[in-house]
Every structure is written in C-alpha cells, then in structure tokens.
C-alpha cells in the first residue's frame, strides 16, 4: 500500500511520463511539480527507475482490479472478454505513445514485464472460450490455439514500432485485433 507521498509523487510521475515518455522526465521536473526536495523524493523512491516500476505495478493491480469486479458481476463469457478488451484499450492508449515506447528501449526489464503481464492476461482468455464453449456461445474451437492466436496479434501488432509504423492508435490496432479474430476476414451474406 503506497503512503500519502508516494501517492503524489506517482500521479505527477504518471503526468509527465505518460505526456513525454520515461526518458525525457528528470527527477528535477518531479519536485518541482510537487514543490518537493528531491531528497523527499529518494526518501519514497531509490531512483526514476524504480517510479517507472511502481507506476507500471499500480497500473496492473488497477487492471486486475476492474476484471476481477466484472468477473464476480457477469456470467456471459463474451460479455467479460468484451469489457475486459475495451478496459486494457482504455486504460492502456495512454501509456503507448510515450511511457512503454520509452521502457522498451531504456528499461528492458521492465518492458518485459509489461509483456509477461500482457500474456498473462491474454491468455486468461483460454478460459473465457471454454465458457463460451460450454454455454454454446462461440464454436466449437481449441480454447488454447484461439488464445494464442489472439495473443499471437498482440503481440505482432501492438508494439509502439508497429503502430508508429503503421501510423494507427493504440484503440484503433486492438480494435481491429478484437474485430479480426472474433469474426474471421472472410465476408458472408447472412
């Protein structure tokens, strides 16, 4: 559990680092915001690197907050896939263009936590398709390949070089995932 200081020094640290990316925050920009010493800072934290830890473990207990409520609250396998989608979309857009660009290249380490995490909760999905499996909502499909596909996208596609590259957002190229792998690309007339 974070303490009052902490708290502040993280949600300016989010501000900057979200808007200009880990690499271009200083810890003298920090406490001026705060109007902090940055020796309070270093009392908090031992470094910017172990911020960027933080920001990104308080991100994903966040996360993983909002799922385990729309778990407990909803049934419908497609539903909690549906919602839990457009939450990371939403929760996670800011943090691409800047902060996780940044973190990739200057905290590998870190980057790969955020990608382990991210598969993680891809592959949370395996379950979610037996459900839907089992309730005759989605066919008949091998639970695993059909995650792994999924994760298999993510993990293609959204990484900033590729959307950079691509010159598409974030929302747009998991919107497109989404949209490719739970309805195919083949066109039929209904």
Known sequence: MENLNQDKILNVAEKRMIKFGYRKVTMDE??????????????????????AESLLNRLKNK????????????????????????????????????FLKDIQFELPQLWQNFVNYRTEKILEIENLIKKGIKKKEFRKVNPTLAARAYL???????????????????????????????????????
């Open 30 to 51: 920090i406490s001026g915001d705060l109007r902090m010493s940055k020796n309070t800072i270093y009392k908090e934290f031992k470094s910017k690197i172990e911020i």
């Open 152 to 190: 298999g996208a993510i993990n293609s596609i959204i990484s900033p070089e590729v959307l950079e590259q691509e010159g598409v957002s974030f929302k747009s190229a998991l919107e497109s995932v989404m949209d490719i792998w739970s309805k195919g690309i083949l066109y039929r007339d209904n």
């Open 63 to 98: 996360i993983n907050t909002y799922q385990l409520e729309v778990e407990k609250n909803c049934d419908d396998p497609l539903e909690i896939l549906s919602k839990n989608t457009f939450y990371l979309q939403k929760e996670l857009a800011p943090w691409f263009e800047h």
